[in-house]
């Protein structure tokens, strides 16, 4: 705002070294002031915008968490014809990447994705877990009669 008849800046009273925004605060003290005191109307207005926008939300959340646009990951759901890449029955709807390193594997059911979660991606346990199935293979009794 212009000053008038060459009048001084106003100093905020928060932080004399930054530039006056309203109520002698500068405007980091202002807006924090503003959130506050209007918390309850500001969660609701994020909260209706959430609601009116859950495409743009999980755009942001699958860029953010795994540096994937949904563009891509359309793309790789269509070249595995939509299916899930381990298993090959189920819907493709969730992105698998390597902990570690951050990078995105492929896109799997809900089902093969947790089942690689709770095997900690660790190959030589469900090296071991095949390995068991097998043992068992249409018998419901051990192959080797060990058990």
Avoid at 5 to 14: W, Y
Avoid at 21 to 34: L, N, V
Avoid at 81 to 101: F, Q, S, Y
């Amino acid at each position: 705002m212009p000053r008038k008849n060459n009048e001084p800046a106003r100093i905020p009273d928060c932080h004399p070294d930054r530039k006056h925004c309203a109520r002698g605060m500068c405007k980091q003290c202002y807006d924090r002031d503003y959130g506050n005191r209007n918390r309850e109307k500001l969660n609701a207005k994020a909260r209706k915008w959430a609601k009116d926008n859950p495409k743009k939300i999980e755009r942001t959340r699958k860029k953010y968490n795994y540096g994937i646009s949904l563009e891509e990951i359309q793309a790789r759901i269509s070249a595995q014809d939509g299916l899930c890449k381990i298993c090959m029955k189920r819907p493709a709807k969730e992105v698998d990447h390597n902990h570690e390193t951050g990078q995105v594997r492929s896109i799997l059911c809900g089902k093969c994705n947790r089942a690689f979660g709770l095997f900690d991606e660790d190959q030589m346990t469900l090296l071991s877990a095949v390995r068991y199935l097998r043992l068992w293979e249409n018998t419901g009794k051990l192959v080797d009669g060990k058990e």
